[in-house]
């Protein structure tokens, strides 16, 4: 079969031809259709992650979609790496696809999803008419939270970004007020101190951390008492402005501002089995009805090594077609 297959750790993979997995008991062969290309791919593959690979070479690709041998269409993580033709996948792993889904989106939805539902759900915890700051609406997964935040009846969305044009198109996905970052640091701090005395802030879900959420920080500062003690409930997803931030204990104790991350990691056993079983096959049909948009950059498989370290425009995700 042709795959991406990884030589050495750090170097883009090659395609390349591998011999086909072949399933044992309690495995289902999957013909792979397509596989979104994430920060954690690259990580895994580079060799800075601590689940990198250890056996090379080797085909990589944590997830993707597919036909099985009965027909069915499916989303699955892989046994194999599934940025190949043919991939094994556990049978109780597997989540259906809508018949009018295109596999090109479904790959790259799930990981956006864990880092937006799975953020707002289980770990925001959103209620109806609540107020929501997404730090960092432009990028993929940011996209994803404002549409989110709207299908769960937030009362008011608050985004921030870098990227003008993509920032006034969350406005289209249904953003009602928007906070450039380009503007000076105490410009930015008067805004959301603003909008948080007429709304109050419920909710930031932060991809961005580093300086804009040591600003969002600043901004709702001491607000407790004027807003009858109701929290802030900040809920960190990435990194993307920086790993660190300066947190004065004085805040923490003038402002019930609760400090939440989301990922695997924060995540219970059975929150993930209720993501693969509910809140995908959900999202997938929102998909599939038009209710729940993303962007993607399509290359072809045969095109892996240019494509692995390309440049890919802001607000959308790779995905490697594998075949038609």
Do not use: C
Not at 89 to 113: G, K, R, Y
Request: zero cysteines; a negative charge.
């Amino acid at each position: 079969m042709k795959a991406a297959i990884l030589n050495q750790l750090g170097e883009a993979p090659i395609y390349s031809d591998f011999e086909t997995p072949k399933a044992s008991e309690n495995q289902l062969l999957l013909n792979v259709k397509s596989a979104s290309v994430k920060n954690l791919d690259k990580a895994r593959a580079s060799g800075t992650h601590y689940a990198s690979y250890s056996n090379l070479p080797t085909t990589i690709g944590i997830d993707g979609v597919g036909i099985l041998a009965d027909g069915r269409r499916v989303y699955a993580q892989g046994i194999t790496g599934m940025l190949a033709e043919q991939a094994l996948v556990a049978p109780h792993q597997i989540t259906l696809l809508p018949e009018n889904l295109d596999f090109e989106t479904a790959s790259a939805l799930p990981n956006a999803i864990i880092g937006s539902a799975m953020a707002l759900l289980y770990r925001a915890k959103i209620e109806e008419g609540q107020t929501i700051l997404i730090n960092g609406a432009t990028g993929v997964t940011g996209m994803l939270a404002v549409q989110l935040a709207k299908y769960y009846k937030a009362g008011k969305i608050v985004v921030t970004g870098r990227n003008e044009a993509l920032l006034q198109k969350t406005v289209d996905f249904g953003a009602d007020i928007v906070v450039p970052l380009k503007q000076e640091d105490e410009a930015i701090i008067k805004q959301l101190q603003n909008i948080h005395q007429e709304h109050h802030i419920d909710i930031v879900i932060d991809y961005l951390w580093g300086k804009p959420m040591e600003l969002i920080l600043k901004s709702v500062k001491g607000s407790s008492v004027s807003h009858e003690a109701k929290p802030v409930k900040i809920v960190t997803v990435g990194e993307m402005a920086g790993a660190n931030i300066n947190l004065g204990s004085g805040l923490l104790r003038s402002t019930d501002v609760e400090i939440l991350g989301s990922g695997f990691g924060s995540l219970s056993p059975k929150d993930l089995e209720d993501f693969h079983k509910n809140i995908l096959p959900q999202m997938f049909e929102l998909a599939a009805e038009g209710k729940l948009k993303i962007e993607t950059d399509v290359e072809p498989l045969s095109n892996i090594e240019k494509a692995w370290n390309k440049d890919v425009e802001a607000g959308k995700r790779l995905v490697i077609k594998i075949a038609d």
